[in-house]
């Protein structure tokens, strides 16, 4: 590759030391200094920290591995706006403090992979981590975003220019405004290309995925998600109101979609003539949703579903039990029928396992086996 223009990462931090992250942090310098493309600028947007995180900032400043600023803002995205108005570089990525990159050759593939195609964004794929190691990988898949984040923001490379025409973030979405962003390049019609490689290794219990909580559960799903749906749904059904989203169109809490919103998306898509969209899989996957919400499992073969239509997509079917209009009971059930009991959404307190063979595992907390049957 002759050709290298600057690419700018950017992370975000404030009283990085005071949470018990430094070592993230430098994790994250680590991954970025080690890239084999060499021609990065890395900026970090300090938030005024009063911890020492500015003389762990300096240090690193001073091997030349970092460049910061540091000042008072009004939030991450308030932050992020000002790493992409400082940037130099024509390309920009967010890598979140507690993030790093899952290989050091990350950036120089993803810089090929937009010359090559003249992609105003190329994504990629991510590894979730959980604090205590768990980890699984989460792809990029453009198709889903009319429901799910189609892809992490961190997996994003994106011409530094096409942030500004967009107005850069807006800051009234709370954590949830890289999914409306994405969104917005969608329907923008921004050519983004998929690149099928782990970019990052994002670990869970951030600032933007933080879920621990039943009061941070709802609050995520009840206000923020609950917005940026009734911001974008609304554009094509006129029936939407926060509440109705809450009760019937968000599917991890109990989604329960009807053929008018599928007729309404769709026809939106359609008129939108999108020549950087793919459409075909747009369609498959929203006939595999549908089959998921409307058929029995023991009425289908969930293999040939899966081999009709997208082999990324697990099948699964969920219940979901209300008290008061909240979701107090979630049965998961998967494609061998093995079935997960959650409390609320979030608490596991029983599992039954099926294996390939029809062995059936009953498990307390889904963890502690009570007996099996064969």
Not at 155 to 173: C, E, H, L, P, W
Not at 215 to 238: E, G, I, P, V
């Amino acid at each position: 590759m002759t050709e290298q223009p600057l690419v700018t990462v950017i992370t975000v931090v404030y009283n990085i030391i005071e949470n018990g992250r430094k070592d993230f942090l430098i994790q994250n310098f680590e991954s970025v200094h080690n890239q084999t493309y060499k021609n990065i600028e890395h900026l970090i947007i300090d938030g005024a920290s009063t911890d020492g995180t500015i003389d762990l900032l300096k240090k690193y400043e001073r091997k030349g591995w970092i460049h910061f600023i540091s000042e008072p803002d009004s939030g991450i995205f308030d932050a992020m706006n000002k790493g992409h108005k400082k940037a130099k570089g024509e390309y920009a990525l967010v890598l979140n403090s507690d993030d790093w990159y899952a290989s050091n050759d990350v950036i120089e593939c993803m810089v090929k992979k937009s010359l090559e195609t003249d992609a105003d964004y190329v994504y990629g794929n991510q590894e979730c981590w959980s604090l205590n190691g768990n980890h699984a990988t989460g792809l990029g898949e453009q198709y889903i975003f009319w429901r799910y984040m189609p892809f992490n923001h961190p997996t994003i490379m994106i011409k530094n220019s096409v942030v500004a025409k967009q107005g850069y973030y807006r800051t009234d979405f709370d954590t949830v405004e890289d999914y409306r962003f994405v969104i917005q390049l969608i329907l923008d019609d921004y050519k983004g290309v998929y690149i099928d490689k782990i970019i990052v290794n994002f670990r869970l219990g951030g600032a933007s995925f933080d879920q621990k909580t039943l009061t941070s559960f709802y609050d995520f799903h009840y206000r923020r998600l609950a917005k940026l749906y009734m911001w974008f749904y609304s554009q094509f059904d006129d029936r939407m109101t926060e509440e109705k989203i809450i009760q019937n169109y968000m599917w991890d809490i109990g989604g329960k979609f009807d053929e008018l919103f599928f007729i309404r998306l769709i026809r939106f898509m359609i008129f939108k003539k999108l020549k950087n969209f793919n459409y075909e899989d747009f369609f498959k996957h929203i006939e595999f949703f549908k089959n998921s919400l409307i058929i029995s499992t023991k009425e289908v073969d969930h293999q040939n579903i899966q081999n009709n239509f997208s082999k990324k997509m697990p099948f699964s079917y969920s219940k979901y039990y209300y008290i008061l209009g909240i979701p107090f009971m979630k049965i998961k059930e998967d494609a061998h029928g093995s079935k997960h009991y959650k409390l609320f959404s979030l608490v596991p307190i029983f599992k039954i396992k099926i294996d390939r063979k029809g062995t059936k595992t009953y498990k307390l907390f889904s963890f502690f086996p009570l007996f099996k049957i064969k």
